[in-house]
């Protein structure tokens, strides 16, 4: 990897004398924080095939399990605008290693569990921490990497391991419940965890910080907002659109939301800079980023079921078979450097887009019967490809020409975009699933078919989630 040749004492920060570093090495230091991205993001999906094996053991009811996932995406998606900024403000490699540190503790806490709800408590900490950290590591980046195409190639990564992390964590989840026990899907944490505490201090360099004042009022609506947004979302998935409480956190995730951005526009030292949405790129990259994860929760989410109650997979192969989807992006991650600059954010979306929808187009066609080559091995690889192609280049595009004193709450719009979208989707389909399953099921299909039918059924509307995300693309300017 070429590296841009940078002094070896640190930037001063604002009142504090100069002090010695050693030497940087932007390798180590990219390793550091892609290692620590890569275990926020898998959190999300890493205990789904483990969910059966931890209701039997601290007896979790039906309803209650859904709060393993719904605790820490609640968290993390709920708090990262304000991570986002208190990195800017108080030091990025400061809120990334103290993130980190939380992340690792609850972790080691989640693993031991002795109840239901020691371990929501614990993920409700992961959540916590990881929306301190994970503003940070794009930020780190975006300011280590100040060349070009370093900075690309740097960018390209930390994206694929964002959009891979998702496969990863179901992957990762049915090697260790398999082999061991569910208890290690959190112990794993711990050591990188760890290594990544003692190491950032000593080799990820930390950027100038910038004086401010940390916009309370537009921390507090934009928090409690997102929040309620991802609850009513995740409400809506459980309880049906109907329910009395889905439209209360909905509706009030939208006055938040609308109150954020008036307090934003006034205030002189806003939390999310809305300067930053005045980019035409930049802004389409942000909706891209919204939508996009809608379309793709429906393949983890829906396939993990196919593969383990259809198909009678078990933990580990319900992991494994993620594997070709995960591997496209990673392909296509390190292309991305090169093809980027030559074709642009445009081409590659028009290219990736409609794979990812020939990928969804193709899964609506599961049967009790699809084998899993080429039915489901041929969908994922399309989907990993168009993933690859079409969503990677999303994060270079967004953090390519971020200002460095806007770089944390640049990072914590992007993310806050990707996990209120995969609420978003999660709560939509599984409603159209259930709805559809329920007439199926009501016109005399069995309980296998009338599943089938809820599935094919929500991969379509999946489907039109992705060919929205392609009019939005159309909005990239052409090069």
């Known amino acids: 990897m070429s590296q841009q040749t940078l002094p070896t004492r640190a930037l001063p920060r604002t009142g504090t004398p100069t002090r010695e570093l050693r030497p940087h090495r932007p390798g180590l230091a990219l390793a550091i924080v892609l290692s620590c991205q890569l275990m926020l993001i898998l959190d999300a999906t890493v205990m789904n095939v483990a969910l059966p094996r931890i209701q039997s053991d601290l007896g979790?009811?039906?309803?209650?399990?859904?709060?393993?996932?719904?605790?820490?995406?609640?968290?993390?998606?709920?708090?990262?605008?304000?991570?986002?900024r208190i990195g800017d403000i108080?030091?990025?490699?400061?809120?990334?290693?103290?993130?980190?540190?939380?992340?690792?503790?609850?972790?080691?806490?989640g693993g031991f569990a002795p109840s239901a709800g020691w371990l929501i408590a614990a993920r409700l900490a992961q959540g916590v921490g990881a929306?301190?950290?994970?503003?940070?590591?794009?930020?780190?980046?975006?300011?280590?990497?100040t060349e070009t195409r370093a900075r690309i190639r740097a960018l390209s990564l930390l994206s694929g391991i964002a959009s891979a992390?998702?496969?990863?964590?179901?992957?990762?989840?049915?090697?260790?419940?398999?082999?061991?026990?569910?208890?290690?899907?959190l112990f794993v944490n711990v050591p990188f965890g760890i290594a990544a505490v003692l190491l950032a201090p000593?080799?990820?360099?930390?950027?100038?910080?910038h004086p401010a004042r940390l916009d309370i009022p537009g921390a507090l609506t934009a928090t409690g907002g997102v929040a309620a947004l991802v609850a009513g979302f995740t409400r809506a998935a459980e309880r049906g659109w109907s329910d009395p409480w889905t439209a209360i956190l909905l509706g009030s995730g939208v006055l938040l939301v609308a109150g954020f951005l008036a307090i934003e526009v006034r205030t002189r030292q806003?939390?999310?800079?809305?300067?930053?949405?005045a980019d035409r790129n930049r802004a389409s990259a942000y909706a891209v980023f919204l939508i996009g994860p809608a379309a793709m929760m429906s393949m983890f989410f829906f396939l993990t079921q196919f593969l383990q109650d259809v198909r009678g997979f078990d933990a580990l192969r319900t992991g494994l078979a993620f594997l070709p989807m995960a591997g496209a992006m990673f392909v296509f991650t390190r292309a991305l450097p090169r093809l980027l600059p030559k074709f642009g954010m445009r081409r590659m979306a028009f290219t990736g887009i409609p794979l990812m929808i020939l990928g969804l187009l193709w899964l609506t066609r599961l049967t009790p019967d699809t084998?899993?080559?080429?039915?489901?091995?041929?969908?994922?690889?399309?989907?990993?490809?168009?993933?690859?192609?079409?969503?990677?280049?999303?994060?270079?595009?967004?953090?390519?020409?971020?200002?460095?004193?806007?770089?944390?709450?640049?990072?914590?719009?992007?993310q806050t975009m990707q996990q209120t979208g995969a609420s978003l989707g999660i709560a939509v389909l599984v409603t159209v699933f259930g709805t559809a399953a329920r007439q199926a099921a009501s016109g005399g299909s069995s309980a296998i078919d009338a599943t089938i039918h809820?599935?094919?059924?929500?991969?379509?509307?999946s489907t039109g989630f992705a060919v929205i995300a392609l009019l939005v693309a159309t909005t990239f300017q052409k090069r």
């Open 60 to 84: 979790f009811s039906a309803a209650g399990l859904s709060w393993v996932m719904t605790a820490y995406s609640l968290t993390f998606g709920g708090l990262l605008l304000l991570g986002g």
């Open 90 to 109: 108080f030091g990025r490699r400061r809120a990334f290693v103290a993130g980190v540190a939380l992340f690792t503790v609850a972790s080691l806490l």
């Open 131 to 145: 929306a301190l950290a994970g503003p940070s590591t794009v930020a780190l980046v975006t300011t280590t990497f």
């Open 165 to 185: 992390g998702f496969a990863i964590g179901l992957i990762l989840g049915g090697i260790l419940t398999q082999a061991a026990s569910w208890r290690w899907v």
């Open 202 to 209: 000593r080799y990820v360099r930390e950027p100038e910080r």
């Open 270 to 277: 806003p939390m999310l800079p809305l300067r930053l949405f």
């Open 371 to 414: 084998a899993y080559f080429p039915g489901v091995f041929g969908p994922m690889l399309l989907m990993g490809l168009g993933i690859g192609i079409g969503f990677v280049p999303l994060t270079p595009t967004i953090m390519a020409t971020v200002p460095p004193q806007d770089a944390g709450a640049a990072g914590g719009a992007m």
């Open 454 to 461: 809820g599935m094919t059924t929500a991969f379509g509307v």
